[in-house]
C-alpha cells in the first residue's frame, strides 16, 4: 500500500474496505497513472540517454497516442529505431515527420541518416544536402554530406567516367550550389547499378567472399560460424521456444541479418579502402616521426609533464599511452636533435614502469626498469641510477623477493642524499629484513632510519621507523625496549592526529603490563598495529 500511495496524492486515496481493495489494487496497477503528453517524452529522451532504446519507443509511442502528429517526438522515436537496427521503421518516422512541412530540417537530417543506414547513400546524400542548404550552420549535415559522398567513391569508384544525361526532375538543384550534388549522385547511381548488374552477373556475392566477411564482420564472425553450424543440427531446428517462433527461423534470421550487415560494410568501407587509408595513415606516421617539432626539448618537457599529471592524479592508462606514444617518437630522432635522448628514454622507461606496477604487471614493470638502470649505467647518469635502482627495488618487494630487495636498495644507498629518502630506504631495508625473519638486522635498519628521520624533525617516518624496531624488538624478546618504542609511536601518532594507528597502538598498550612481567602476549593481540 505504501508504494502506491507514494504514487497519488492523499486526496485521491482509493477506499480500500476487505471487500474490494484487492480489485482495485489490481485496477490500478492494471492501467497505472495518466500522464501528460510532455511527460512521456521527457521520460522517453531520459531512457534514451541511458541507452534503452526499446523503452525509450515505448514512451515516445505513448506520447504519439496522445498527440499523433508531434515532429519532434517522431523524430526521438526514429532515432531509437536506428539504434536497434530497425531502418525501415526509423525512416518510416522520418517520413511521417516531413508530411506537413517538407522543410522540417530535423526530419531531413534523421530520413538521411535512415537512408544511410539501410546503404542508400546516394539518397542519403540528395538529403543531407538539402538538410544543409536549409540549415548550413549545422555541422552534422555536412559531416553527413561527407561521409556519405565517400561511401559512394568507395563502394564504387569514382563517377567521373559516366556519360550523363540531363533528364528527369531537376528543380530542387536549379539555381543553387546543389547541381553538383545532383551530378554526382546520378553519375553514382549509374555506376552503382553497373556495378551491381556485374557483380550478379559473375555471381559475386559478399557472403561467399570468406576472407572478406572475416575481415568485415570482426568478433561477429565466429558467431556466424556457431550459428551455421546450429543449422546442421536437426533436431535443433526443429523445434519452438515459447512464443511460438521456430528455431530455425530465428537462426536464419539472425544469419541474414549478419550478411546484410557485411553487405552495408562493405560498401561504406570496403577492404581496399581500410588497406588504402592504413598506408595513408602509417606515411602520415612517419612523416610526423621524422619531423620533429621546432623545439624538440620543450616539446618532451611539456609532454614528460602532462604524463607525469595523469598518472599522478590516478589517471594511469592514459598516462601509459602518452609514455608509449612519445617513446616511439623520441627513438626515430637523433642525438642532433634530442641532445639528452638517453635520458628522456630512461625516464619515459621509468615512467611505464610505475604506471605498469600499478596496474599489476610486474613482469613488465620490472623489464622497464631494468632498462631506465641499462640506459642510466651507459651514460653514467646517477640521478637516474638512483630511480632505477629505488623501483626494481618496489617491484622486487611487491612480489615478495625480499632478499633481491635488499640487494639493489644496498646498492643504492652510496647514491643517496636527503635525509628523507634515507629515512625512507633505511626503513624499506629494515621491513625486508623483518619479513626474513633477520630480525637484528631489521632492528638495526629501522634504528637507522629513526635516527635520519630525526636529523629532518619528520614525525610520519618517525613514527614508522619507531612501530618497526617495536616489532624487531618484539620478535627478539626484548619485551621492556618493545614497550618503549610502542609508547613512542603512540606520542606521535597523536602529534600526527592519525586516529587509525592510535586506536591500534592503544590496543597494543593493554599488554603493557604482561610485556613488562616478561609474558609474551598472544601476537594475534598485537599484529592489528603490526
Known amino acids: 500500500k505504501q508504494s502506491v500511495w507514494l504514487c497519488w496524492d492523499a486526496t485521491q486515496r482509493p477506499n480500500l474496505s476487505p471487500g474490494n481493495s484487492t480489485i482495485v489494487l489490481r485496477e490500478m496497477f492494471r492501467q497505472g497513472p495518466k500522464s501528460t503528453f510532455s511527460t512521456y517524452v521527457a521520460e522517453g529522451d531520459q531512457l534514451f540517454q541511458k541507452g534503452e532504446y526499446v523503452k525509450a519507443i515505448e514512451s515516445f509511442s505513448t506520447a504519439l497516442s496522445v498527440q499523433p502528429d508531434d515532429k519532434n517526438c517522431l523524430v526521438a522515436r526514429s532515432r531509437c529505431y536506428l539504434k536497434l537496427g530497425d531502418a525501415e521503421s526509423a525512416l518510416k518516422d522520418a517520413e511521417t515527420s516531413l508530411k506537413d512541412n517538407k522543410d522540417f ?69 536549379h539555381k543553387s550550389n546543389g547541381v553538383s550534388c545532383n551530378t554526382y549522385v546520378f553519375a553514382c547511381s549509374k555506376v552503382r547499378s553497373k556495378h551491381k548488374r556485374e557483380s550478379k552477373k559473375h555471381g559475386q556475392k559478399m557472403g561467399k567472399n570468406e576472407k572478406t566477411a572475416k575481415e568485415l564482420l570482426g568478433e561477429l564472425y565466429s558467431d556466424r560460424e556457431y550459428l551455421e553450424k546450429l543449422l546442421q543440427d536437426e533436431d535443433l531446428i526443429k523445434g519452438k521456444i ?104 630512461g625516464n619515459l622507461h621509468s615512467c611505464i614502469g610505475n604506471a605498469l606496477m600499478d596496474l599489476g604487471n610486474m613482469d613488465k614493470a620490472l623489464h622497464h626498469h631494468e632498462k631506465d638502470l641499462e640506459l642510466a649505467k651507459k651514460g653514467n647518469l646517477m640521478d637516474s641510477k638512483s630511480r632505477a635502482l629505488d623501483n626494481i627495488g618496489r617491484v622486487y618487494a611487491r612480489i615478495g623477493k625480499f632478499q633481491q630487495a635488499i640487494e639493489v636498495w644496498e646498492e643504492k644507498l652510496p647514491l643517496v642524499c636527503g635525509g628523507l629518502e634515507k629515512a625512507w630506504l633505511f626503513h624499506e631495508i629494515g621491513r625486508c629484513y623483518l619479513e626474513l625473519k633477520r630480525y637484528s638486522e631489521a632492528r638495526d635498519y629501522g634504528s637507522r632510519s629513526l635516527i635520519a628521520a630525526d636529523d629532518i624533525s619528520d614525525e610520519k617516518w618517525q613514527l614508522n621507523a619507531s612501530v618497526l624496531m617495536a616489532q624487531a624488538e618484539l620478535k627478539l624478546g626484548n619485551y621492556k625496549a618493545c614497550v618503549l618504542h610502542f609508547e613512542g609511536a603512540l606520542d606521535r601518532a597523536k602529534l600526527l592526529q592519525d586516529d ?31
Open 105 to 173: 530540417f530535423k526530419g531531413l537530417y534523421q530520413k538521411a541518416e535512415a537512408l544511410y543506414t539501410m546503404g542508400d547513400f546516394e539518397f542519403a546524400l540528395v538529403y543531407y544536402h538539402r538538410g544543409n542548404k536549409l540549415r548550413p550552420e549545422l555541422q552534422e549535415f555536412r559531416l553527413g554530406i561527407q561521409k556519405a559522398q565517400e561511401a559512394i567513391v568507395n563502394s564504387v569508384g569514382s563517377p567521373s567516367s559516366v556519360k550523363l544525361e540531363n533528364k528527369g526532375d531537376l528543380s530542387f538543384f
Open 242 to 345: 515459447r512464443t511460438g517462433e521456430r528455431v530455425q527461423d530465428l537462426i536464419v534470421g539472425c544469419i541474414s541479418y549478419l550478411d546484410t550487415r557485411t553487405a552495408f560494410w562493405q560498401q561504406q568501407k570496403p577492404i581496399y579502402a581500410r588497406q588504402r587509408d592504413r598506408k595513408l595513415m602509417q606515411q602520415q606516421w612517419n612523416r610526423h616521426l621524422h619531423k620533429p617539432p621546432s623545439d624538440p626539448t620543450r616539446y618532451v618537457l611539456d609532454s614528460l609533464e602532462e604524463i607525469d599529471t595523469a598518472l599522478s592524479s590516478g589517471n594511469t592508462d592514459s598516462g601509459l599511452k602518452k609514455a608509449r606514444e612519445l617513446m616511439k617518437v623520441v627513438k626515430e630522432w637523433s642525438g642532433e636533435v634530442l641532445p639528452n635522448k638517453r635520458e628522456v628514454l
Open 500 to 530: 587509525s594507528a592510535s586506536e591500534a597502538i592503544q590496543k597494543v598498550n593493554t599488554d603493557i603490563p604482561i610485556l613488562l612481567s616478561h609474558s609474551l602476549p598472544h601476537p594475534s593481540r598485537l599484529w592489528p598495529f603490526l
